[in-house]
């Protein structure tokens, strides 16, 4: 079955930097596209990012893009999320999620938790 | 801004049935938003139920049911039960390799 083990989380100083990693098992990881969506504390959902199948086209949310890059090791079967210029706003559970077949998110993570404070 | 719209609460009783609907601050959303529903319960990960307007997810039950209505998304529940008490989510695919989460809909199960 669809596994998606996501770590890297921890706490981290205004302007730090972290890099969240998703190891994936359970189904052809270089078929799929994979995204990164974030929940701060007690709020809803926010999509953050998503990377295509081949790692060549890569998109993301406005209130990240330029700080937040998404990538991916097909070798490894692992998507990552580096993380710089983080900000208090950016304090979230981190779930990476599976696209599936078309345009949606198939299959989650169980999450990891970015504590961004002084 | 688009914001995608979602009732922030709703309530139900066992055995009845609710609508919970997916809109667009403007606009409409038709089957090319590929609407995706998800399901939370709190302190877990979300779960996908409902892809592409109205396919199901493997090993979700027959009671949900996604459409279109009128200019939203929908997400049905025939039958509801006490363990569907949840945060549903509906996701939108915007084009250009960007999807938008609506709000949440807290539903009650009594």
């Known amino acids: 079955q669809v596994k998606l083990v996501e770590s890297g989380g921890g706490v981290v100083q205004p302007g730090g930097a972290l890099r969240l990693s998703c190891a994936a098992s359970g189904f052809t990881f270089n078929n799929y596209g994979m995204h990164w969506v974030r929940q701060a504390p007690g709020k809803g959902l926010e999509w953050v990012a998503m990377v295509r199948y081949d790692g060549s086209d890569k998109t993301y949310a406005d209130s990240v893009k330029g700080r937040f890059t998404i990538s991916r090791d097909n070798s490894k079967n692992t998507v990552f999320l580096q993380m710089n210029s983080l900000r208090p706003e950016d304090t979230a559970v981190y779930y990476c999620?599976?696209?599936?077949?078309?345009?949606?998110?198939?299959?989650w993570g169980q999450g990891t938790l970015v504590t961004v404070s002084s | 801004q688009t914001v995608v719209t979602q009732e922030p609460s709703f309530s139900v009783s066992p055995g009845g049935t609710v609508t919970l609907t997916c809109g667009l601050s403007s606009g409409s959303v038709s089957t090319n938003y590929y609407p995706t529903w998800c399901q939370q319960t709190p302190g877990q990960a979300p779960r996908t139920l409902i892809y592409t307007t109205n396919t199901r997810s493997s090993g979700v039950p027959g009671r949900f049911s996604g459409s279109i209505l009128g200019n939203k998304a929908a997400l049905t529940i025939t039958g509801a039960q006490a363990d569907d008490e949840s945060d549903y989510y509906c996701v939108l695919y915007m084009g250009s390799g960007i999807w938008m989460f609506g709000g949440g809909t807290k539903l009650t199960v009594l």
């Open positions: 999620a599976q696209r599936g077949d078309g345009y949606t998110l198939a299959y």
